[in-house]
């Protein structure tokens, strides 16, 4: 079929289902991904995970080419760009300084189970809950609306992590971390929207989520939590998140998404 004269009928007529394929599709391809994998080892698991999320782009990228220009190469200002990182080194130092608030032990166990878990959550979560459905927003979606699609997807990404319940996660760590993914999620999304690359909102949450499975004792080896925190540390850890996601979301929200509508004005060019 000729790449230039390609329908796209599902986008133009059901925007809003398009977006919805634009999570289960890569959502689909990351699982078969994961489970040739898992024949082999868990850590070939995500290392499947990771490729299939590669190849879900390219699927997207070959679909809507000409029109779409990709995904890597950033269309914002460096300046814009150091602003909007600068806020993950923020959420990083919060995190890492954590234990002088409570008093407990610093503790840092690195593996190589915990970075191909953290590179598997950059590719693979990020492929499978922003990088092809917002994308899909950004051209789809109409202007008016399409804050309201992006606050929605950081919704359904934050409710995607109750299903850490069916792994032996705590009840309240689950209820707790659904809060904190959401808005982890406007961050990730910002970082994604505010620079047209997919590079950032990878990098953000691979080295997040290395962090975070290296620094915290009571995640399982699987990134699972199975005990509770303390009342003054879920709400430390709720504050921050909550702090740095609103912030990062307004600055992409600035008159009406107006940069990053002009940044994903040129991704969607057809020119």
Known sequence: MDTKTRKHSICEKMPYIAVILG???????????????????GNAGNIGICIFAVISMLIFWFWF???????????????????????????????????????HSFYFNPSLNAAIMGITAGFGEETMFRILSLAIVMRYVSKERRLTAIILLAVIFGLSHAGNLAQGADLVMTA?????????????????????????????????????????????????????????RLMYEFIVIMIIGTFALCLISKNKLFKPNEIWAKIWSKE
């Open 176 to 232: 707790s971390q659904v809060l904190h993914s959401t808005f982890m999620a406007l961050l990730l999304t910002s970082l994604y929207l505010g620079t047209g690359s997919v590079i950032f909102p990878i990098f953000a949450h691979g080295l997040y989520d290395f962090i975070c499975f290296t620094t915290d004792p009571l995640l399982s080896e699987d990134g699972i939590l199975t005990q509770q925190y303390s009342t003054g």
């Open 65 to 103: 080419s000409p029109e779409f220009k990709g995904f890597v190469k950033p269309k914002a200002p460096a300046r814009d760009i150091c602003i909007l990182m600068i806020l993950l080194g923020v959420l990083i130092i919060f995190t890492l300084i954590e234990p002088l608030f409570f008093y």
């Open 23 to 41: 999570i289960l599709i890569p959502s689909l391809l990351t699982g078969i991904g994961g489970s040739i994998g898992e024949m082999f080892s």
